[in-house]
T-cell receptor
Framework: SAVISQKPSRDICQRGTSLTIQCQVD?????MFWYRQQPGQSLTLIAT?????????ESGFVIDKFPISRPNLTFSTLTVSNMSPEDSSIYLC????????????FGPGTRLTVL | SQQGEEDPQALSIQEGENATMNCSYK?????LQWYRQNSGRGLVHLIL?????REKHSGRLRVTLDTSKKSSSLLITASRAADTASYFC????????????FGRGTSLIVHP
């Protein structure tokens, strides 16, 4: 099973600023996933990050707002740009357990509050 | 709307009692998964049941799947205070994306 860490674990940010969240996996993985969980809500997939290519964004999410980097097979970053209070959420990265298993391992999450 | 919807939204029980949570979904699935989330942290995968399976067990967990009713249930037997968490079902749709789609979750509180 993969061990995933995220930085920061939480942050309080001002409106209009940007925050970059880091996700580190202890093994090489093909795909990494970024989710948003708004207060009291379910998880919503933001994008899938592949190494060496552009991230694939889900409907309602755009690269200008949530730029993603995937420089190697163990690391990814998600930036939340030009933040507003509506961006206050928990942001989670995940990886698939074994290719084709559909089971996901999640990082501990980044709790973001935008004032 | 969500593919999976959990019921109830919140459940409060005493330690030692059983907890049952239900999940209903709309379209045909390849598999259905249950996850646990403690205090707004990362999710932990509990169990996966495939569309051709009807029941699976893992320790104190029992999951059933009824594809004719498009529903699943998660039973936690002899609950403990440490079981207090939110529980999410997630579905992988047949012929669609392999990435699970999550429901809104059931918040379980187990009182010692």
């Amino acid at each position: 099973s993969a061990v995933i860490s995220q930085k920061p674990s939480r942050d309080i940010c001002q409106r209009g600023t940007s925050l970059t969240i880091q996700c580190q996996v202890d093994s090489q993985v093909t795909m990494m996933f970024w989710y948003r969980q708004q207060p009291g809500q379910s998880l919503t997939l933001i994008a899938t990050a592949n190494q060496g290519s552009e991230a694939t964004y889900e409907s309602g999410f755009v690269i200008d707002k949530f730029p993603i980097s995937r420089p190697n097979l163990t690391f990814s970053t998600l930036t939340v740009s030009n933040m507003s209070p509506e961006d206050s959420s928990i942001y989670l990265c995940s990886v698939e357990d074994q290719l084709g298993s559909n089971e996901q391992f999640f990082g501990p999450g980044t709790r973001l509050t935008v004032l | 709307s969500q593919q999976g919807e959990e019921d109830p939204q919140a459940l409060s029980i005493q330690e030692g009692e059983n907890a049952t949570m239900n999940c209903s979904y709309k379209t045909s699935i390849n598999n259905l998964q249950w996850y646990r989330q403690n205090s707004g942290r990362g999710l932990v995968h509990l169990i996966l049941i495939r569309s051709n399976e009807r029941e699976k067990h893992s320790g104190r967990l029992r999951v059933t799947l009824d594809t004719s009713k498009k529903s699943s249930s998660l039973l936690i037997t002899a609950s403990r205070a440490a079981d207090t968490a939110s529980y999410f079902c997630a579905t992988v749709i047949s012929g669609g994306s392999y990435i699970p789609t999550f429901g809104r979750g059931t918040s379980l509180i187990v009182h010692p």
